[in-house]
């Protein structure tokens, strides 16, 4: 069993910063894409960012240039570096972990509790 947990959320002026981490813990054979999805109420959870074990990085035309991703492979972690955030980046945070777990050779997917990150403007 793996679990994901997440910190760094909380309550932020537009303009300000937040650093999102998500640690993955359990029986870990490998992880291969970690990355974070946010969610609005109503509305679809979308793909924030993502980096793969290769270290290439994706991001959601909205957030680049201002959010930047990061992992630290060896303590299975991930950051979330977010800079000039504004209102409509309020959602909550989920991350996830492409991973084998239990059984080396089947690929699942993990998730995070979720975190609340909210810009107030």
């Known amino acids: 069993q793996v679990q994901l947990v997440e910190s760094g959320g909380g309550l932020v002026q537009a303009g300000g910063s937040l650093r999102l981490s998500c640690a993955a813990s359990?029986?870990?054979?490998?992880?291969?894409?970690m990355g974070w999805y946010r969610q609005v109420p109503g509305k679809q959870r979308e793909l924030v960012a993502r980096?793969?074990?290769?270290?290439?990085?994706n991001y959601a035309d909205s957030v680049k240039g201002r959010f930047s991703i990061s992992r630290d492979n060896a303590k299975n972690t991930v950051f979330l570096q977010m800079n000039s955030l504004k209102p409509e980046d309020t959602a909550v945070y989920y991350c996830?972990?492409?991973?084998?777990?239990?059984?080396?050779?089947?690929?699942?997917?993990?998730w995070g509790q979720g975190t609340q990150v909210t810009v107030s403007s």
């Open positions: 996830y972990a492409d991973g084998a777990y239990s059984n080396p050779t089947y690929v699942s997917r993990a």
């Open positions: 359990g029986t870990i054979f490998s992880i291969n894409a």
């Open positions: 980096v793969f074990n290769g270290r290439s990085t």
